[in-house]
């Protein structure tokens, strides 16, 4: 019977120098001699990334896909290399990869290739040499031959496809935060780190603005059931676990809280309430790339017209409110309004599905703070409400009491001030 | 009929900065203009190997050479795709290929890989499809699909593999210098560019210690019969043609002349003169790797002993004198001396096969700067003697004169003063 097979990703701040390096290569030197066979995915150092887009764009303005691949795939290269050699200085036999070399096939979609198959081969006789294997992150090979590059912080697919091929028995995405948080703790301070949270929830708080895993790794994960410990590079904390929906996780019926401050409300005025309108409004802004979330129409009133108000990112807002120009200027609508002082403040947990009542608990708890809310979303999972921007920390407060979230972290230490995860 | 094909060859200096790259990637569009179709081969952009050097000795003193060499292959990788973008934002179709892409195959001696076979498949199939080709230099893949490097300064190996592989009409190589010169031109203003030279001259001299071409790479170039033209990378000189023997080429006695001030002289004294003596000192000194130049065994004397001199790089002299006081200890001489401040000069020249007369030539200008000669050494092609360091200057100007070599530069211009060439 092998040994029990675990996948570390380190993230770029992690392996930013050399010194961090060594540290990381300390803590899987550990898992090694704790009887562990081991496979590390590494990003970037640091900047690495950003610093040779910007060497590309001084050659030229609008660089080629194809050799931007080549150019930033080194970035993971240098640190694979690195960080191999850090191990081997610590008496651990290791082998350093790249995509290549592992078999990480991809389609040929340069700077966002989705990986076709993994081969593992080689990075399965290294480990059945004893050798603990480094592999670049964040790139594939394309059926050309030519190197592919995964998307930004796709390091974590990497990660992910490799432990589901080789059949890990975790896949630990090691990074500056000590784990998921029931709120970000840098606005409440009583957040506690969960202990296990399901891959579904995971997905649910990521796409309702929270800094946590890229929903495409989650789903990647929950897909293979793959289990991610997310932990701190540095310390020993016990992280969080995400995994399929276990007995006993029902009972939460709120797992996380998101806060939202990123987003804007546009209301488009006196929409004709003609059958049509809405997919007017929508199409137009889907032709612009512009992603829309909660919708709302009013109910016609006696004119024969509606208003429609949506919510976007702040960085699309110009865009979105240039579009529904058009619709007035067209004689569609009479006007639009925009509205920046908005929060999207969304509670996200399974227990939903079964407990009754969770819509009512949160409006009460709001409704006790005095705090309106101006738009409502639902999902099996969520409940998402817009209030007014300058209410979403105490708003968001008063729902960590109200939903019993509040209390000493689960497990060892004070939650971290330098927490990113849930961030509003 | 296909264009006529050049491989040019752009050394770190000449891509150390986008801008420089930009400036080669113009040379190379222009060349493309011009009618012909290029591959181009690149080195790492300035100090960056250096620079992943003194990273992986921060995480590992000896850093393993496997891993060494992917980490430094990451260079030419980078600066292979930032010249491909630089290309394509030329307007010039350009692709940029690895080592591995190439099919640049090689042993799998890491550190100093020696190419084993080239395919160039797929940069005749771009090439055919009208594409500028830009290849990674300084690396190989092994049979294991590992990253090799071929030694420093090694990427004017892959350009005269590739141009031997494709057939070229010439492989250039641009760098930091215009050319070749008679002498360098830092010492001896009068120094001519030489307008061609054959590749066993460049040889004679590159093993005197002049700062050209290294060895190994006129070595490939003289097997596969490729020229070499070595050129300024930002300029537009003639540079120095490397070729085969011509017509007219012997009727240049000497070609050139080095100084070389890097070595020193020891002096073996009193070694008993019986059998085995000599090969006792020299299995010494190449049991610890110190390569020996110039040899002297003075006659024996009625003491029925004998002094042996010999001349190592200065960098190996208290290496040399400590084998030599081994010796000593054993009772098999009776002391050594050491002494740095000689200079050796050197004189290479096709033209000393058909030629008599010339070692008395040399010695006859020496004696009439009363410069007195230590030791000699020839070869079919070459003469060199061992003089005071102190004299080296103005010896090396007295026989440029009297080998006469003054005079204009052959072609446009005068000698640059920054050239390296020839270097004393």
């Known amino acids: 019977m092998p040994k029990p097979l675990v996948v570390q990703k380190f993230g770029g701040t992690s392996v930013g120098t050399a010194e961090r390096i060594l540290r990381c290569a300390r803590r899987t030197a550990d898992l090694v001699s704790a009887g562990h066979r081991v496979v590390v995915v590494v990003s970037a150092m640091g900047q690495a990334t950003d610093e040779l887009i910007a060497l590309a764009k001084q050659v030229n303005a609008r660089p080629p896909e194809r050799e931007l691949d080549m150019l930033l795939a080194t970035g993971e290269q240098v640190s694979t290399a690195l960080f191999t050699m850090a191990l081997e200085g610590m008496g651990v036999p290791a082998a350093g ?100 949270i399901s891959h579904e929830e995971i997905m649910e708080l990521a796409s309702m603005g929270a800094q946590v895993m890229q929903t495409r790794t989650v789903e990647l994960a929950k897909k293979h059931n793959v289990r991610l410990l997310v932990a701190a590079s540095f310390g020993s904390g016990p992280g969080t676990l995400i995994c399929q929906k276990e007995p006993g996780m029902e009972e939460v019926v709120v797992s996380g809280l998101v806060l939202n401050t990123d987003e804007a409300k546009v209301t488009v005025q006196a929409v004709k309430d003609e059958p049509g309108m809405a997919s007017a409004i929508f199409e137009e802004l889907a032709l612009r790339h512009i992603n829309v979330d909660i919708i709302v129409q009013n109910v016609s009133g006696a004119t024969g017209c509606t208003d429609v108000t949506f919510i976007v990112a702040k960085t699309d807002l110009s865009k979105a409110v240039d579009c529904v ?23 996200v947990g399974l227990g939903m599905r079964t407990h009754a009542g969770v819509a009512a608990r949160m409006f009460k708890a709001l409704a006790q703070e005095q705090i309106n809310i101006q738009m409502i979303s639902t999902s099996e999972i969520k409940i998402s409400v817009i209030i007014p921007g300058a209410d979403g920390q105490r708003a968001l407060k008063a729902l960590h009491r109200a939903f019993e979230l509040d209390g000493p972290p689960a497990g060892s230490g004070k939650p971290k001030k330098d927490s990113k995860r849930m961030k509003s």
Chains 1, 2 share one sequence.
């Open 325 to 347: 120009k058009g619709l007035v200027a067209r004689g569609l609508a009479r006007g639009v309004a925009a509205d920046e002082g908005i929060a999207k403040l969304s509670a």
């Open 97 to 196: 990869f790249t995509a290549h070399q592992v078999g990480i096939r991809t389609d040929g979609v340069f700077t966002k290739a989705r990986i076709t198959g993994v081969d593992a081969a080689r990075v399965e006789k290294a480990l059945a040499e004893g050798k603990a294997c480094v592999v670049a992150g964040f790139q594939g090979v394309s059926e050309d031959q030519d190197v592919t590059t995964l998307g930004r912080g796709a390091s974590n697919i990497t990660a992910v496809a490799l432990a589901a091929v080789l059949g890990a028995e975790r896949c630990e995405i090691l990074t500056d935060v000590d784990g998921i948080y029931t709120a970000d703790p840098r606005v409440v301070p009583t957040a506690r780190r969960l202990e296990k």
